[in-house]
């Protein structure tokens, strides 16, 4: 049986990953397992000049980390992600592949010098992780604005969509998972 | 951003670093985008074959051929392609020389996210836009509306009637009629009453282009083809591609053009002159000619698997002799055509004048009288035309006589004469070689009323 696997890197605040959980696994009708035993060192992904974790680096880690497992992988991380030509990332996926990872760092109202707010937080967190998880499972970004596979660059945009995956994707999601389920 | 069914777009990324390929890679795959990626500059101009790409990144310093460079010889081989500077802070200078060389914008790294992806998004824009303002100014500057068909004769109501009837199939048409009767006119008719209207309808005079060169007219050529051929070039079976071709004085074409003119019709699918890559177009064939192609084929002149082919649907355009009843309207028409052209208050057509065109024979068709209206306007004192407007040619075309018999000949011979000398009937006596008493009981006696 197919399963999504928590996985979470420190820095990392200790609420939430227990709810994201749960709502992860009614987006996508599976089991999620959230591993606390094994602890991924993110040092070798940090780059001192920009202050932040390489990402992808960081997502082979956790293939070698986890290579028996069969499922998807999805880490969680307050640190701050990057790729080689971009400024920051959200997060990065494989595209039909196995892992994930997804930063709360931008996610916080705080980061942008605003009070905090958990709820919006905890949505936002939702939300990118949903999209990254969806990106494993094959799909691309959609046009549609308030489809969780919009393509998001700033929190404005994150807000503006949902959590939830526009029809299309929805179907193609389904079928994926189906596929999958009978080759396992 | 593509969803899931529409058309991918494309994106090559030319960067030295294997992790900017890598990462950007991964990063506009997950966009929907078709992403190949290239090392340097020879391996992109390899990968150019696969293109077209819609957006070319490239990374400004590379070793051997630099950014600059390639930019150029991209642009020769494509230049509509769109390109996008990738360049370090150190040399937004060579950036700057790059967007006065045509880039389109150009990017520091590390870029943020949200920029890069809405500038792609924008290039992306633009050049649909652009592509289909090109495409939308062909078609105006081609496009005749509809209503320049003027004609009430029923010969011409069938006409219309047979080509809105066949405008919603996908039939072939062939339209046969004498030169100038209108032929292109009613193919487009057809084809902007067909679905595939919003598509080009791409003429091609295949009688005006040298036999030589309408090969790669017709199929296109790759780059290097031929001598002179030093970009690659879509021919227009290419650009017809969801629309329709209308291939005019289709009588012309030699025997070899023959041949693969009936390959592409029956297969829809053909290659570039010089090219080996098959291409497919989905296109409607619409053709004209004004030859006998019926006895074409039996010298053997026109093959004849080609000639069924292309005569699906006939429709027979009547010269305009045929239908004298239209010339009045037809003038008129001309006539408010052209004086809003010119600006001249010439607004209508003397009764002699007008008689003189109606029954003129008129071997050039409406072509022909659209002409001798312009003239003429160009010489009428406002308001009116008068016969002393229209060209010799016309004037010289006097009517006939109405049988053989000698005194229908004598009767049309007076109103000629007397027409050649504005009824001066001394001058049209001694020329007549008769008196003038003579002339005038025979105008009595036909009838013959001074216009």
Avoid at chain 1, 68 to 85: F, Q
Avoid at chain 2, 39 to 64: C, F, H, Q, S, Y
């Amino acid at each position: 049986m197919a399963s999504i696997l928590l996985v979470p890197i420190r820095p990392l605040q200790p609420a939430s990953l227990s709810a994201l959980a749960l709502r992860l696994s009614e987006r996508f009708q599976l089991p999620v397992v959230a591993d606390g035993s094994h602890h991924l060192d993110p040092a070798p992904a940090f780059d001192s000049s920009r202050n932040q974790y390489y990402s992808s680096l960081l997502l082979s880690a956790l293939l070698r980390m986890f290579s028996r497992h069969e499922g998807k992988i999805l880490a969680v991380t307050d640190a701050d992600l990057y790729i080689p030509v971009l400024t920051y990332v959200f997060g990065e996926a494989q595209l039909d592949g196995k892992a994930a990872i997804v930063s709360s760092r931008r996610l916080d109202e705080r980061f942008y010098g605003l009070p905090g707010n958990a709820d919006l937080f905890e949505n936002r967190l939702l939300k990118e992780a949903v999209h990254e998880l969806g990106h494993t499972f094959g799909l691309v970004h959609c046009r549609q604005y308030d489809c969780v596979m919009h393509s998001s660059t700033a929190v404005e945009e994150i807000d503006l969509k949902s959590s939830e995956f526009c029809t299309d994707c929805a179907r193609l999601l389904k079928r994926t998972n189906n596929e999958t389920a009978t080759e396992i | 951003m593509p969803s899931h069914n529409q058309h991918r777009a494309s994106l090559l990324i030319v960067d030295d670093e294997f992790v900017v390929r890598d990462s950007l890679s991964k990063w506009f795959r997950q966009d929907g985008y078709r992403v190949e990626t290239a090392e340097d500059a020879a391996a992109a101009l390899r990968v150019m074959d696969k293109g077209p790409w819609d957006i070319v990144l490239l990374d400004i310093k590379m070793p051997g051929m630099g950014g600059l460079e390639l930019q150029k010889r991209i642009k020769e081989i494509d230049p509509t392609s769109t390109i996008v500077m990738i360049t370090a802070f150190a040399s937004v200078e060579s950036a700057v020389q790059a967007l006065k060389e045509g880039a389109f914008d150009y990017v520091t790294k590390p870029v943020d996210p949200d920029h890069l992806s809405h500038l792609v998004q924008n290039a992306l824009r633009q050049k649909s836009l652009s592509h289909e303002n090109i495409r939308l100014r062909e078609h105006i500057s081609t496009l005749l509306m509809p209503d320049e068909i003027v004609g009430d004769s029923p010969q011409m109501k069938k006409v219309i009637e047979m080509a809105s009837s066949v405008a919603q199939t996908d039939t072939t048409v062939m339209i046969r009629g004498e030169s100038g009767t209108g032929k292109e006119l009613i193919a487009r008719i057809i084809h902007v009453n067909s679905p595939r209207k919003f598509f080009p309808i791409i003429a091609v005079n295949c009688g005006a282009v040298p036999e030589s060169l309408l090969e790669s007219e017709l199929f296109g050529h790759e780059k290097g083809a031929f001598t002179g051929a030093q970009y690659k070039r879509k021919g227009k079976f290419e650009l017809a591609d969801d629309g329709s071709i209308f291939l005019d004085e289709v009588g012309t074409i030699s025997p070899r053009m023959q041949v693969q003119l009936l390959r592409v019709i029956e297969s829809k699918h053909f290659t570039r002159v010089g090219g080996t890559e098959s291409i497919k177009s989905d296109f409607r064939v619409i053709c004209a000619t004004n030859r006998d192609l019926e006895q074409a084929v039996k010298e053997g002149a026109f093959r004849e698997d080609l000639y069924y082919r292309l005569n699906v649907f006939t429709i027979s355009l009547p010269p305009l002799r045929e239908r004298r009843s239209d010339i009045p309207p037809l003038v008129q028409n001309f006539v408010r055509k052209y004086s809003q052209a010119m600006n001249k208050a010439v607004t209508s057509v003397d009764p002699s004048a007008l008689d003189l065109l109606i029954r003129y024979s008129w071997p050039g068709n409406v072509r022909e009288l659209e002409n001798v209206i312009e003239r003429a306007m160009v010489l009428a004192a406002p308001p009116t035309i008068k016969s002393c407007d229209l060209p010799f040619q016309v004037l010289q075309s006097e009517p006939t006589a109405d049988g053989d018999s000698l005194e229908a000949i004598e009767r049309t011979h007076i109103i000629n004469i007397l027409a050649r000398n504005a009824w001066n009937i001394t001058q049209s006596a001694s020329v007549l070689g008769i008196d003038r008493v003579t002339l005038y009981n025979k105008i009595a006696k036909y009838g013959l009323k001074r216009p």
